[in-house]
């Protein structure tokens, strides 16, 4: 009998990280020496007093069901965070906790999109949001933004794609992959555009917000124009932050309308998050973020060490990430050449098998919607960064610029 699958899932496709990821453990398995750059995932741990917390939700019988929108006292948690760290008021209702900012993110979709909708992404893009659009019925308008405009939505690209039928604007910064980040100037300008279009809804992505380069402090479209609330999500979460990954919690702040129904959503999907990982959650807002600097010290001195060694590669072009975990790369100048078994390079597809070859495991810019680039995390041993960066410079410099006769 052959299974039949629904449209809905044959929209969407598993996440191109899993698969890189899969890869890497493939080849290491086969005793081959490979340095891993394709996971957006703290290489630190979860900080002590949090697990501390965890352990004692445990023992102290926080182990039931939770409400569908979270615990209460988490809520109450985010909403002095979104206050005390972003400026922000927000009501408790007006916050919801899920399974990672993830499952905000679908909820939310699945709450507003009706067949046909259009939701406007920025091209490079995490794939989850247009997979995360086209599986709850709504098409993703994809906007190219490539290196000259570092890799950032400009206002006339957005006047330009909005019509009758967009719902959505999505913006994240710090970016996955482009690690860019949005400056005062240019969210006012996005701003004044969204003020012109009252029925466009505003996702804000600001999952990595902690982790900016070069002393940026946090700053939120929701700062700049402070008027255009009540059309905004704000999506945010442990998982970066705090290094929390595995622990599954995020939330999501915006207007109650919103907010409620995506918890009849989560009602009928997952119900309330787990009540340990909250536990830990809460004592992650409430602990404060002394251990931050020193970490975003790591990730800014892997940066520095990683662009620097890929700038000086002929037929490469960095972009300098502002934050976030990623150094994205376009390849387009090695395009055309030859590796020394004779396979010519025809994609960033063909790039990242090479480099692969080569001992260094990235992800290829298809998987976020923009070609020829190559995607490195940099949420990894500096050790492994700096050797990533020799390696590739090496491996570049063996290709011929023609075949062999
Ligand atoms: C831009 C962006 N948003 C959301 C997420 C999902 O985060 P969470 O672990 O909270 O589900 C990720 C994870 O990689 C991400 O890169």
């Known amino acids: 009998m052959s299974l039949r699958l629904s449209q809905r899932v044959q929209r969407v496709s598993l996440s ?26 703290p290489d630190f741990d979860t900080p002590d007093h949090i697990k501390q917390a965890a352990y004692a939700a445990i023992a102290a019988g926080a ?3 939770t409400p569908t929108p979270g615990v209460r006292a988490l809520r109450e948690a985010v909403q002095r965070k979104l206050k ?27 709450a507003t999109l009706d067949d046909g909708d259009e939701v406007l992404v920025p091209v490079p893009y995490w794939p989850s949001f ?18 000259e405009q570092g890799c950032k939505l400009l206002p006339a690209q957005l006047e330009s794609h909005i019509n009758s039928r967009t719902r ?22 996005l701003a004044d555009v969204l003020r012109r279009h009252p029925q466009v809804l505003i996702l804000l992505d600001e999952l990595y917000e902690h982790i900016r380069f070069d002393d940026r402090s946090p700053l939120s479209l929701l700062n700049v124009a402070p008027d255009l609330q009540p059309r905004c999500l704000l999506v ?6 705090y290094a929390m990954t595995g622990w599954r919690i995020g939330f999501g702040a915006g207007p109650e309308r919103l907010t409620t129904a995506m918890t009849v959503v989560q009602s009928q999907s997952t119900s309330g998050a787990s009540s340990v990982g909250q536990a830990a959650a809460l004592a992650a807002f409430d602990g404060g973020l002394a251990f931050l600097p020193e970490q975003v010290a790591a990730y800014q001195q892997r940066r520095d060490l990683l662009v620097s060694a890929l700038s000086l590669v002929d037929g490469l072009d960095v ?3 502002q934050g976030g975990f990623f150094v994205f790369v376009r390849c387009g100048g090695l395009l055309g050449r030859y590796r020394e078994d004779g396979r010519r390079l025809n994609d960033d597809g063909d790039v990242v098998a090479y480099l692969l070859d080569e001992g260094v495991a990235g992800v290829a810019g298809s998987a976020y919607g923009l070609s020829p680039w190559f995607r490195l995390s940099i949420a ?26």
């Open 16 to 41: 191109a990280n899993a698969a890189a990821k899969s890869g890497v453990t493939a080849l290491r398995e086969a005793g081959r020496d490979i340095l891993d750059l394709t996971t957006g995932e």
């Open 63 to 65: 182990t039931k069901y």
């Open 84 to 110: 005390r760290e972003n400026r922000l008021d927000y009501s408790l209702p007006s916050i919801v906790i899920a399974n990672g900012a993830k499952q905000i993110i679908f909820n939310a979709f699945a």
């Open 130 to 147: 247009p997979d995360s659009v086209r599986f709850n019925g709504g098409v993703p308008v994809l906007i190219e933004c490539g290196l």
């Open 168 to 189: 959505w604007l999505i913006l994240n910064g710090p970016g996955n992959p482009s690690g860019a980040v949005y400056s005062e100037a240019e969210l006012t300008a």
């Open 236 to 241: 945010g979460g442990v998982s970066k932050t």
């Open 319 to 321: 972009l300098t990430p």
């Open 380 to 405: 990894t041993a500096t050790s492994s960064v700096i050797e990533a960066g020799r390696r590739i410079a090496d491996a570049c410099g063996r290709l011929r610029l023609e075949a062999d006769l």
